[in-house]
């Protein structure tokens, strides 16, 4: 029985004493990290191993890291970037409190399985690499909060990264990603999700159970459509979805009330949704080439819009029950079928620009009068035949294009607009023009190239204006 409770006594006494010898773990905040002395050479910090905590080895073409770094037991910080490793160096696995590994710009092509030894680490950042994938050990990271990975060739990214239940930060930027696992809507933590430059094809419906993300990008993919209940990201502040392939937007993308920007630029948008205009905080709104053939009548809604792009769309018509809104200073409506123009009078009234260069437009309606601020007015490359006695009620304007029309003549009263400092008529039918324009004080460009004035004509021209002309 002595022996018995003896034997029990040594395994105590042992069992204590290797409790003792255990490192105790000193994990410090990102604030104490970074206000801690940065170590640039392994030998310098080996002088003050125990407090060691960050150490700084980028640009030092490095293919490897010598052995002695598994000494530093107290590191937490470990930057490698713009080196030349080919392989991961496992020597990481051997510093337990490592919290912060930044690997960018190597050839490194695989992560270790081991990676999930790292139980502290919260931040890995190994893009500019040749990843062809990221192993499903990945998910045994619990503490990671930002997985950073772009410029890669990852092809999938791994379901157990559903796993990562602190995760924040995802960047798989310019990849060649072309799904994205139904997992990632497992991911509640996640603030930031960036898949821009990837093939991605379809966004999973489980995207709609990230709650808490603030910044959702998609740009340059081949998405044709969002999932229906995308109005769920009740915190997003950003969504940037341009250069992709989608055809229409559902209704619940106008519960984003919190957007002042949207870039819908290089899509496939036949039609904008019935409720658009409950985008109310929208200032300016991107829509440069689709096949939009009309805008929802709620688009008169957008009070606060000051910057509208149209061009390369199918409209055919402009009406200011659309753009009549309070605070609209610019449209481009270039390179649409436009050839009916609707400006009532009280309309538009804060109009500063309006380029509709490239449509069908033949005649200038007597509702350009309204336009009453309109400072730079582009209508080159229409059906023009003539300017009409309308034009001068633009007395602020100060830029005028009506260059490739088939305009032979124009009224005289353009000199009564006195604020007129760029005029093009450049190729067009003109045969002569009024020599009281060369008096024009504000005038200082015009150009009437590809005209057919006569010969004599042109000499009067040159003798007369002062302002730089070409003819």
Not at 389 to 408: C, G, H, P, R, T
């Amino acid at each position: 029985m002595k022996r018995y409770f003896f034997a029990l006594l040594v395994l105590f006494v042992a069992t204590i004493s290797t409790a003792k010898k255990k490192p105790k773990v000193l994990l410090l905040s990102e604030e104490e990290i970074a206000a801690s002395t940065v170590y640039y050479s392994i030998e310098e910090a080996l002088q003050i191993k125990k407090k060691a905590y960050v150490l700084n080895l980028d640009n030092q073409d490095l293919s490897e890291i010598p052995e002695s770094i598994s000494k530093l037991v107290n590191l937490q910080s470990l930057s490698l970037k713009y080196n030349q490793f080919t392989e991961f160096p496992e020597i990481v696995f051997e510093l337990p409190n490592l919290q912060y590994l930044y690997l960018i710009h190597n050839e490194i092509s695989e992560i270790p399985a081991e990676i999930n030894s790292l139980k502290y680490l919260k931040v890995i950042d190994i893009s500019e690499n040749k990843l062809a994938q990221i192993p499903e050990d990945i998910g045994g990271c619990d503490s990671l909060v930002q997985l950073k990975a772009g410029e890669n060739q990852l092809t999938f990214l791994p379901g157990s990264i559903g796993n990562l239940q602190q995760l924040q930060i995802l960047d798989v930027f310019s990849n060649q990603l072309t799904f994205i696992p139904d997992e990632i809507g497992n991911i509640s933590s996640l603030k930031f999700l960036d898949l821009n430059w990837n093939q991605i094809e379809e966004l999973p419906e489980t995207i709609c159970n990230l709650t808490n993300l603030e910044s959702l990008r998609i740009e340059k993919n081949s998405l044709t459509k969002l999932p229906q209940e995308i109005g769920n990201l009740v915190n997003i502040q950003e969504i940037s979805m341009l250069e992709n392939n989608f055809t229409e937007l559902p209704e619940s993308f106008c519960n984003f009330n919190i957007f002042t920007e949207l870039d819908l630029s290089n899509n496939s948008l036949t039609k904008l949704p019935e409720n658009f205009g409950k985008l109310t905080k929208l200032e300016r709104i991107n829509l440069y080439n689709n096949n939009i053939t009309e805008l929802p009548t709620s688009f008169s809604k957008l009070n606060n819009l000051k910057e509208l792009n149209l061009q390369r769309n199918q409209l055919t018509s402009l009406t200011s029950e659309l753009i009549g809104l309070p605070k609209l200073q610019v449209v481009n409506a270039s390179m649409n079928n436009i050839s009916s123009l609707s400006f009532a009078p009280g309309s538009c009234e804060s109009l500063i620009k309006l380029d509709l260069e490239d449509n069908k437009i033949d005649k200038f309606t007597s509702d350009f009068k309204n336009l009453t601020k309109l400072e730079v007015l582009n209508l080159s490359y229409n059906l023009l035949t003539d300017l009409p006695v309308e034009l001068i009620d633009l007395k602020q304007l100060k830029e005028a294009y009506f260059s490739n029309n088939d305009i032979s003549t124009f009224t005289k009263q353009i000199i009564s607009l006195e604020n007129l400092n760029t005029l093009d008529f450049s190729n067009n039918n003109l045969l002569i023009i009024p020599l009281t324009i060369g008096e024009m004080k504000s005038l200082k460009k015009i150009d009437l190239s590809g005209n057919r004035l006569y010969g004599w004509h042109k000499k009067q021209i040159e003798e007369r204006f002062s302002m730089e002309v070409s003819l």
